[in-house]
């Protein structure tokens, strides 16, 4: 797998591809885990520590910088010509992964520029940490007396742009808060994921299926051309090493397989690893994916290997590609801003749990502040008057069954924080997907794995953004949802027409059907946004949070509202201001999605126009059960929907609203409106005028 024949050309110090069919062009200098380990039986692998080197054509990138880095460091003086600009992506700061920074020759070069990243921490600077390795008594010279120019980043999860290339952070399962990265360049794609252990503990000792996270997991390396997975461990090394951060072979391959990865480099080899065990790894790997109608190229990464990612021509895989692409988040990864403290309510009675839970949360009191209940009552009374960004809690605090306590959390409203359940390693419900739980910490864990994981979520609640809780009735919601037969269905104009309508009876640039499905809100119809905009993440989805009340959520202004402050739709196209969503209520009492109203510029509803979003909804309700296998079961709960809309059966939209889409004047918000599907591709003018036909 080496660099073929592609034509080569030299700009500014950067290794470019301008003349190549070569998007991206991946070349191992460091491979070994945990600690460097040179001799004889790691000679074709390598032996030193993590350090790859990414070439596009406009960009230098290295991931890691372990002591590899010094090899690349002299060859990149030795091509010259100088100076040389990069960027330098650090999964974490752990020796391995940084010890080669002191050694990497071009930070000693006058003119040389060079942008490092790594994951925001809460005590230290990323520059601090750094500079800790360098200190007088371990190393002779300062990083702060380095001749390049040096600028620091500090990463939380989301985007953010390199040149031409698209990066896209993800927290992953380690004892030290780590990222991983996902390199987007050209139609190309190549995700590293070094020191990750999968979340599900049944999953990562080969006993069960995957959890929720590592379901995500697979969402980050999806569709990836090119995967750099840690996989230092066998299946048998695991079961002595949980909670050390790591995966083993068998593991990184299932994620990589359900994540149409097409080729796996398997990494962080362990230092105990001979290159004959390796290579007998990768042979049971390979072996593994055979069945697979066009098999995962699997291969050990080794020294000196170059991998060159070519766009492909597979229309299949293109689509899918694109599909992916929709739904992407557009949050911002780079933290410059300050990040907010946050309140985190403990309920842990375990006496086990108990202290190594709170020193955890405790050791970063300046971030955190730790509100401790004894009972359930306390945990549902605090949780409740301080509105905390996490709960922890374990299965003392209701009686033997933390699920209980986690869906009462959940019912107390739609802005509550994700709880987080401690369970002991022969608790036959740990770790299984429930509603309320967001994540587990199961036994055996150290203080310093606990302290990662709850800052992991402490960071992501830091930003105002809050991901709706499940309802409780979801898989029931998510039954009456599929019999319906309506997600990817095609376009239909009676769902384009409400739209229509709905814009401009609110005088709002952009109105949706939306449909909450397991993982995604998906558009039936999506007036005023691009025309390939069909879903987005159910993360970001405002429609998750109006699905769990009857009543219509009305949001005046997303910047004043901790839930969407910081929501990607809000910072990030189509730059959310004001919300209306009224629920999608099923005869059955599942409410299945919104029909919703959505502005650029703050604003507010009276209560005849909150009547008329309601009716309007009862409109795409009616339209709903008329698909085929619709659900038609009347739920003895279920209350009515759009009380007082005398439309008689069989009659076209009521003159109410055709009458209130005439008088609306086209939307002067700054979001352009465009329609979603090409047959609805009238100007603004148009569509105002002819929102009644």
Not at 59 to 79: N, P, V
Not at 255 to 279: G, I, Q, S
Not at 625 to 651: E, F
Request: aromatic share 6%; proline share 6%.
């Amino acid at each position: 797998m080496g660099c073929g024949n592609s034509s080569m050309a030299l700009d500014k110090g950067t290794d470019v591809l301008v003349n190549s069919q070569v998007a991206m062009r991946v070349k191992f200098w460091g491979t070994r885990g945990s600690i460097a380990k040179a001799g004889p039986t790691t000679v074709r692998f390598g032996g030193n520590t993590s350090c790859i080197e990414v070439r596009t054509k406009k960009s230098l990138i290295i991931l890691d910088c372990g002591t590899g880095a010094h090899g690349l460091g002299q060859s990149l003086l030795a091509q010259g010509p100088l100076p040389l600009k990069g960027h330098i992506l650090i999964t974490h700061t752990h020796w391995d992964h940084i010890q080669g920074i002191p050694f990497f020759a071009p930070l000693f070069v006058p003119g040389c520029e060079w942008d490092i990243y790594a994951p925001r921490g809460m005590g230290h600077s990323l520059q601090e940490a750094l500079a800790g390795q360098m200190q007088y008594t371990y190393f002779p010279v300062q990083l702060d007396k380095l001749a390049a120019t040096i600028r620091y980043h500090e990463l939380v999860e989301g985007e953010f742009m390199i040149d031409d290339v698209k990066v896209h952070t993800q927290y992953l399962n380690h004892p030290a808060l780590t990222l991983g990265y996902r390199l987007e360049v050209d139609g190309v794609t190549a995700v590293y994921a070094c020191d990750h252990e999968p979340f599900g503990r049944d999953f990562a000792l080969g006993k069960g299926e995957m959890s929720e996270l590592d379901r995500q997991h697979v969402k980050f390396l999806d569709q990836a051309d090119l995967c750099i997975h840690d996989a230092q461990y066998t299946a048998e090394d695991y079961a002595q090493k949980i909670g050390w951060g790591h995966s083993s072979v068998d593991c990184t391959i299932k994620l990589c397989r359900a994540a149409n990865v097409r080729k796996c480099a398997l990494t962080h080899h362990d230092p105990m690893r001979t290159d004959d065990a390796v290579d007998a790894l990768v042979a049971e790997a390979q072996k593994s994916v055979e069945d697979m109608e066009v098999p995962m190229e699997i291969f050990g990464a080794a020294e000196g290997l170059v991998v060159d990612l070519v766009p492909s021509e597979d229309a299949a895989y293109l689509a899918s590609k694109a599909k992916r692409k929709q739904s992407r988040p557009v949050t911002s990864a780079m933290s410059e801003m300050n990040v907010e403290a946050v309140t985190v309510v403990a309920g842990v009675g375990e006496e086990n749990f108990r202290k190594p839970v709170l020193d955890a949360l405790r050791a970063d009191h300046d971030f955190v502040t730790t509100i401790e209940a004894d009972k359930a009552e306390g945990v549902l009374t605090i949780t409740a008057e301080k509105k905390p960004a996490l709960v922890v809690i374990d299965k003392t605090m209701a009686g033997g069954d933390a699920a209980v306590l986690a869906k009462q959390v959940a019912e107390l409203g739609t802005t509550m924080p994700p709880v987080i359940v401690i369970a002991s390693r022969d608790d036959a419900t740990a770790g299984v997907p429930c509603p309320g739980i967001t994540d587990w910490l199961v036994e055996p864990f150290s203080e310093e794995y606990a302290r990662t994981k709850l800052r992991a979520w402490a960071m992501r609640c830091s930003l105002k953004w809050q991901n709706a809780t499940v309802p409780t009735d979801e898989i029931q919601r998510m039954a009456d949802l599929r019999s319906l037969h309506i997600l990817d269905s095609p376009d239909d104009a009676a769902f384009n027409k409400l739209t229509r309508i709905t814009a401009a009876a609110f005088k709002v640039p952009i109105s949706i059907v939306s449909l909450v499905d397991s993982d995604r809100q998906w558009f039936k119809s999506c007036f005023g946004m691009e025309e390939d905009t069909k879903e987005t993440p159910r993360d970001h989805a405002f429609c998750a949070h109006a699905i769990l009340r009857p009543e219509p959520l009305i949001v005046p202004d997303t910047h004043q509202d901790e839930r969407f402050a910081d929501n990607p739709l809000v910072i990030g196209p189509p730059h959310i201001r004001f919300y209306a969503g009224a629920p999608l209520q099923l005869p059955s009492g599942s409410r299945v999605g919104t029909l919703c109203a959505i502005d650029s510029r703050p604003r507010d509803l009276d209560p005849s126009q909150i009547q008329l979003l309601k009716d309007l909804a009862s409109l795409v309700v009616e339209q709903l059960v008329k698909m085929p296998s619709s659900v038609h079961t009347a739920h003895p709960a279920a209350s009515s929907i759009g009380a007082g809309n005398t439309r008689a059966p069989g009659a076209s939209v009521p003159e109410i609203f055709e009458a209130a889409a005439k008088k609306a004047v086209a939307p002067t918000s700054a979001i352009v409106p465009t329609a979603c599907n090409p047959a609805e591709s009238e100007t603004p003018a148009q569509q105002t005028s002819n929102a009644a036909g």
